[in-house]
């Protein structure tokens, strides 16, 4: 199976009500065939602080799809250490010039250390570090 990491648009997409990359977030996974979703515990995080400024219904539907993915035995996600903090924190340290977040830096360093060339996001931070951007590019032969 082709390894594919998911980025926090992607989750956010799927859960909140008339998101804009709800479609292409869809169709960017109908279109991999044969993939392991990876995410990590960083990015879990992320999506519910994103999803915490909503309705109580909303907070809970976010705590129902955390819960389902990290059941889910097509998903694999890789747990938060310190020295995934500190690889992170380095990244971020080492692009001045770039507007990346902390979670952006361990996601791209999760990628790497994991050989993983896609990511399910319309973030182009993740293009500007090499990987292959599935939503926003519409780049989804993986």
């Known amino acids: 199976m082709t390894p594919v990491f998911a980025d926090t648009l992607y989750w956010v997409a799927l859960v909140r009500p008339n998101d804009p ?30 999803m915490s400024k909503g309705s109580a219904v909303i907070r809970q539907t976010a705590v129902q799809v955390v819960q389902t993915i990290l059941a889910d035995p097509g998903v694999r996600v890789i747990a938060q250490t310190h020295e995934g903090f500190m690889a992170g ?25 994991e050989g993983i060339r896609a990511v399910l996001t319309n973030d182009h931070h993740f293009a500007q570090e090499g ?12």
């Open 21 to 50: 990359w709800r479609d292409a977030a869809n169709q960017a996974f109908l279109a991999i065939t044969n993939a392991e979703i990876v995410t990590t515990d960083e990015v879990l995080i992320e999506f519910l602080s994103s």
């Open 89 to 113: 924190l380095s990244l971020f340290e080492s692009r001045p010039d770039k507007q990346y977040s902390l979670t952006d830096c361990i996601s791209m360093d999760v990628m790497k250390s």
């Open 131 to 142: 990987f292959q951007v599935l939503i926003e590019h519409g780049k989804r032969d993986v």
